[in-house]
């Protein structure tokens, strides 16, 4: 659905996205004072900021407070028309129930095909394309890190410049490995998230593998063909003999790495992860509804696009199941939504934890709200499969991947799936990137472009004020992902060259 905007001139604005809603949100950077006439005639009872809601008709103690058609809450107190419907004035509705939900009732047509599109990738001997040259080393415990971290940089400063054909080398450390309860059942997901990002295509198949060799995590789990791919530094006599083994190890496979050249793809070996931080009461309705209509082109391409981020999922999910592509992906859905909500109680916790204090001065009220706008980055094509945390993908269509709404661990999730292109929307700004994939970072204000315009890669503000349709806005997003899949363009973030570290997500207990 396509939100209307009060006035397409300036003067004040603002946008109101179905036409069952009560309330819209403020258009104008910097908000509208008290006294404010819209073209509609509705009046500001009280200064109301930039992205925050105002009440367009009266409404009762207690009554529904409606955006996207949907009920985020009720109202606490009672709020004339023309009032600022703060986070104070809604008091969050309960979650849809999982046990009646409809499942497969609504499954969309398959897309016409969006043939002819490609991209320049590396691919890979399984079939799977690379959208980067890396050389990838895997860790099995935190213990290697500091020894890693001084190869690394040796490795970067005397053998990458030999070999001008690959782009980096990326050290896949964390914090697990030892004082962890291995054999614990959802041990399985730390597990598998690392061996799937050690297998991703970035790497080429010429992943090399740093233990220790007394952690109870051992490198032959995470690394493909062990026994010819690692070295345990409890093997060598000192420091300096395990930099030298890590150097030779590592130009071994720079050699071999640096043979790879780019073939034209068909868009099909494409696995674009979605998702949103910082996020604000435009997000749903600018670059979340905008990267949606990329996500259905995408899909008609071929490709296999992630959706991610439980928590933001949740309160949505009557709308998720319906388009499930049949029931059992359906019943794969709220297995997953079941799962985190006994995660969240045995933590203390629950949904009303998201969103952040920031997400709340951006003009989100609570994670119902949250969840209705972060939906829209899914698009409109059926869900044709749904993925456990770190499982790979080996689908193509639209794919929800199971995962916290933590940035840094969905990211890491996403990679694990295989994720060669990142789509990153945000509306408060964040400096996030990846080193395993190219993140491309979409604005949800005009504001915040202007604000960085170093570190945001397409605006999709100039939706809010008429200058740009969402079609118009997703194509370019679309393009955009090909243009940086092929090496063509470089990211804002890979430009600086700005990497958050890998999160695992280790629901199991600590030894």
Same mark, same amino acid.
């Given at each position: 659905?396509t939100?209307?905007?009060?006035?397409?001139?300036?003067?004040?604005?603002?946008?109101?996205?179905? #036409?069952g809603?009560n309330?819209?949100?403020?258009?104008?950077?910097g908000?509208l004072?008290?006294g404010?006439?819209?073209?509609?005639?509705?009046?500001?009872?009280?200064?109301?900021?930039?992205?925050?809601?105002?009440?367009?008709?009266? +409404?009762?103690?207690?009554?529904?407070v +409606?955006?996207y058609?949907?009920?985020?809450?009720?109202?606490?107190?009672?709020?004339?028309?023309?009032s600022?419907?703060?986070?104070t004035?809604?008091?969050?509705?309960?979650?849809?129930?999982?046990?009646?939900?409809?499942?497969?009732?609504a499954?969309?047509?398959?897309?016409? #095909?969006l043939?002819?599109?490609?991209?320049?990738?590396?691919?890979g001997?399984?079939?799977?394309?690379?959208t980067r040259?890396?050389?990838g080393?895997?860790?099995?415990?935190?213990?290697?890190?500091?020894v890693?971290?001084?190869?690394?940089?040796r490795?970067?400063?005397? @053998?990458?410049? !030999?070999?001008?054909?690959v782009d980096?080398?990326?050290?896949?450390?964390?914090?697990?490995?030892?004082?962890?309860?291995?054999?614990?059942?959802?041990?399985?997901?730390?597990?598998?998230?690392?061996?799937?990002?050690?297998?991703?295509?970035?790497?080429?198949?010429?992943?090399?593998?740093v233990?220790?060799?007394c952690e109870?995590?051992?490198?032959?789990?995470?690394? #493909?063909?062990?026994?010819?791919?690692?070295?345990?530094?409890?093997?060598?006599?000192g420091?300096?003999?395990?930099?030298?083994?890590?150097?030779?190890?590592?130009?071994?496979?720079?050699?071999?790495?640096?043979?790879?050249?780019?073939?034209?793809?068909?868009?099909?070996?494409?696995?674009?992860?979605?998702q949103?931080?910082?996020?604000?009461?435009?997000?749903?309705?600018?670059?979340n #509804?905008?990267?949606?209509?990329?996500?259905?082109l995408?899909?008609?391409?071929?490709?296999?696009?992630l959706?991610?981020?439980?928590?933001?999922v949740?309160?949505?999910?009557?709308?998720l199941?319906?388009?499930?592509?049949?029931?059992?992906?359906?019943?794969?859905?709220?297995?997953?939504? !079941?799962?985190?909500?006994?995660?969240?109680?045995?933590?203390?916790?629950?949904?009303?934890?998201?969103?952040?204090?920031?997400n709340?001065?951006g003009?989100?009220?609570?994670?119902v709200? !949250?969840?209705?706008?972060?939906?829209?980055?899914?698009?409109?094509?059926?869900?044709v499969?749904?993925?456990?945390?770190?499982?790979?993908?080996? !689908?193509?269509? @639209? +794919?929800?991947?199971?995962?916290?709404?933590?940035?840094?661990?969905?990211?890491?999730?996403?990679?694990?799936a295989?994720m060669?292109?990142?789509?990153?929307?945000?509306g408060?700004?964040?400096?996030?990137? @990846?080193?395993?994939?190219?993140?491309?970072?979409?604005?949800?204000?005009?504001? @915040?472009?202007?604000?960085?315009?170093?570190l945001?890669?397409?605006?999709?503000?100039?939706?809010?004020?008429?200058?740009?349709? +969402?079609?118009?806005?997703?194509?370019?997003?679309?393009?955009?992902?090909?243009d940086?899949?092929?090496?063509?363009?470089?990211?804002?973030?890979?430009?600086?060259?700005?990497?958050?570290?890998?999160?695992?997500?280790?629901?199991?207990?600590?030894?």
């Amino acid at each position: 659905m396509t939100p209307s905007v009060s006035s397409m001139v300036e003067g004040p604005r603002y946008i109101r996205v179905h #036409p069952g809603d009560n309330v819209a949100i403020v258009v104008n950077a910097g908000g509208l004072p008290e006294g404010t006439v819209f073209p509609s005639g509705l009046r500001l009872h009280q200064r109301v900021p930039q992205g925050h809601k105002v009440a367009l008709t009266d +409404i009762s103690e207690g009554e529904p407070v +409606i955006r996207y058609g949907q009920i985020i809450g009720y109202a606490t107190r009672p709020l004339a028309a023309g009032s600022w419907v703060d986070v104070t004035a809604v008091r969050m509705p309960e979650p849809p129930a999982l046990d009646d939900l409809p499942l497969a009732t609504a499954v969309p047509e398959p897309p016409p #095909p969006l043939e002819g599109y490609t991209f320049e990738g590396y691919r890979g001997s399984d079939g799977r394309v690379g959208t980067r040259n890396l050389l990838g080393i895997v860790t099995s415990v935190q213990c290697v890190t500091g020894v890693l971290e001084h190869a690394v940089q040796r490795i970067r400063q005397e @053998l990458l410049p !030999k070999y001008p054909n690959v782009d980096d080398v990326v050290a896949l450390t964390h914090a697990y490995g030892c004082g962890v309860a291995i054999d614990a059942p959802d041990a399985a997901i730390p597990i598998r998230t690392i061996a799937n990002l050690a297998s991703h295509p970035n790497f080429g198949g010429e992943i090399l593998g740093v233990g220790l060799g007394c952690e109870k995590l051992l490198p032959d789990r995470v690394t #493909p063909d062990a026994g010819r791919n690692v070295t345990s530094l409890q093997d060598h006599r000192g420091f300096s003999a395990m930099i030298d083994e890590i150097l030779r190890m590592a130009e071994e496979r720079l050699a071999r790495l640096d043979q790879r050249r780019r073939v034209t793809c068909p868009a099909s070996g494409l696995v674009v992860g979605l998702q949103c931080g910082g996020s604000d009461a435009f997000s749903g309705v600018t670059a979340n #509804p905008a990267v949606g209509y990329a996500a259905d082109l995408l899909v008609r391409a071929g490709a296999t696009v992630l959706f991610s981020e439980v928590t933001e999922v949740r309160d949505a999910v009557h709308l998720l199941t319906p388009r499930a592509a049949n029931e059992e992906v359906g019943r794969k859905l709220i297995a997953e939504m !079941k799962w985190y909500d006994a995660y969240l109680r045995r933590g203390g916790a629950d949904r009303s934890a998201n969103p952040s204090p920031g997400n709340k001065r951006g003009g989100l009220v609570n994670v119902v709200e !949250k969840s209705l706008g972060s939906v829209a980055k899914s698009g409109t094509t059926a869900i044709v499969d749904v993925l456990g945390p770190g499982e790979r993908a080996t !689908k193509h269509g @639209l +794919i929800f991947a199971a995962t916290p709404a933590s940035d840094f661990v969905c990211g890491t999730l996403q990679l694990a799936a295989g994720m060669n292109v990142h789509v990153f929307t945000t509306g408060r700004g964040t400096p996030y990137g @990846l080193a395993m994939a190219p993140v491309v970072k979409v604005s949800t204000r005009t504001a @915040l472009a202007e604000q960085w315009p170093d570190l945001i890669d397409v605006d999709a503000g100039t939706i809010a004020t008429g200058e740009r349709t +969402i079609e118009e806005v997703g194509w370019e997003i679309f393009r955009f992902i090909l243009d940086v899949a092929s090496g063509k363009k470089r990211t804002w973030a890979e430009r600086w060259g700005i990497q958050n570290d890998l999160c695992l997500f280790n629901p199991a207990p600590l030894t």
